[in-house]
Nanobody, 123 residues
Framework: QVQLVESGGGLVQAGGSLRLSCAASGRTFSNYAMGWFRQAPGKERELVAATSWAGRLTYYLDSLKGRFTISRDSAKNTVYLQMNSLKPDDTAVYYC????????????????WGQGTQVTVSS
């Protein structure tokens, strides 16, 4: 399995931006589809964005299209989530996830999970 460590969370005002990073180690990063999930208090975990191992396939939660962008840097074994125009509803713990299958991430399954990073958006 690949080990994942997120960073970049924090407190931001509504309308602001944050970039989350997820550094991967262990298995070959390029063999894994990568995704970002989030879970707000009292709500189920949801897939925010995902990208296939080659970056040819991407997925975004419909409500986030145009505000969030997922990208990966294979040279750095890192996947990013750029979050713009943040809203209080975006407040959640954000988790990085990896799986050999892009389709697995789409149904909420992942071989590896990060520990999560808190994102809080104040109004």
């Amino acid at each position: 399995q690949v080990q994942l460590v997120e960073s970049g969370g924090g407190l931001v005002q509504a309308g602001g931006s944050l970039r989350l990073s997820c550094a991967a180690s262990g298995r070959t990063f390029s063999n894994y589809a990568m995704g970002w999930f989030r879970q707000a208090p009292g709500k189920e975990r949801e897939l925010v964005a995902a990208t296939s191992w080659a970056g040819r396939l991407t997925y975004y939660l419909d409500s986030l299209k145009g505000r969030f962008t997922i990208s990966r840097d294979s040279a750095k074994n890192t996947v990013y989530l750029q979050m713009n125009s943040l809203k209080p509803d975006d407040t959640a713990v954000y988790y990085c996830a990896a799986d050999p299958a892009f389709s697995a991430l789409r149904i909420g399954v992942a071989a590896s999970w990060g520990q999560g990073t808190q994102v809080t958006v104040s109004s």
